[in-house]
């Protein structure tokens, strides 16, 4: 799973009208005793097409993708608030929104357009980031440690990766001295994330899921 699109906000009510002006927001998911509502997959959904500079598509398929994704990350805020993990610095959720806005939002007036457009305010960013930050640090504590590559690993993914491939195109492959940093990084990345998936999958069974399909037909 990439992680950079993995973003989600506190429980946030994002309403939807019906003929007499009631509020309502559907219970989409139960995670246990924690719930995932309609308005947290369309928050969801617009900051992360806010961060990765997307089209907003806010499809049922779509929606029910993202339910997936927010089942997930209830898992883990369960571990992080059970294992009492540090919260990220406010001073590292700004720098981090400072590395947002820099690319194409220069001005104060392009990042309030940009909100606009994908109908989140600054607070429900930076509640996100917060969160992103906060879910990195649990994967960087609890699994990467345990994380070896050995250097018979990195050469086997050289030859299979780089070196068969640029052969392949008739190209003289880079040496793997000038690419083993980058291969143990990519191997160790892989690695955390299949140790993520494995973790997952066992803290599904020890919770009660539901998810209400029919709400995404």
């Known amino acids: 799973m990439t992680y950079w699109c993995t973003v989600a906000g506190a429980v946030l009510s994002l309403a939807a ?22 308005s947290d997959v369309i928050l969801h959904l617009r900051v992360s097409a806010f961060l990765d500079g997307d089209t907003l598509d806010l499809s049922l398929r779509r929606q029910r993708q993202a339910v997936d994704r927010l089942v997930d990350q209830a898992l883990i805020r369960r571990e992080v608030e059970i294992s ?69 690993d990195i050469r086997a993914w050289y030859e299979r990766e780089l070196a068969a491939k640029a052969r392949s195109e008739g190209k003289k492959p880079p040496s793997l001295e000038d690419t083993r940093d980058e291969i143990e990084k990519v191997l160790t990345n892989q690695r955390v994330d299949e140790a993520l998936n494995r973790w997952l999958e066992q803290a599904r069974t020890q919770v009660k899921l539901y998810v209400r399909e029919e709400v995404f037909r």
């Open 84 to 152: 009492r993990y540090s919260p990220p610095d406010m001073a590292d959720v700004d720098a981090m929104l400072e590395q947002v806005r820099k690319p194409a939002m220069v001005a104060d007036a392009d990042y309030a357009r940009a909100l606009k457009k994908y109908g989140i305010t600054d607070e429900q960013l930076r509640r996100a980031l917060m969160w992103q930050l906060t879910l990195l640090r649990f994967i960087n504590y609890r699994f990467r440690p345990g994380i070896q590559v050995s250097d018979a």
């Open 17 to 38: 009208g019906i003929s007499r002006g009631e509020i309502i927001d559907r219970i989409v998911a139960t995670v246990g005793d924690n719930v995932v509502t309609q």
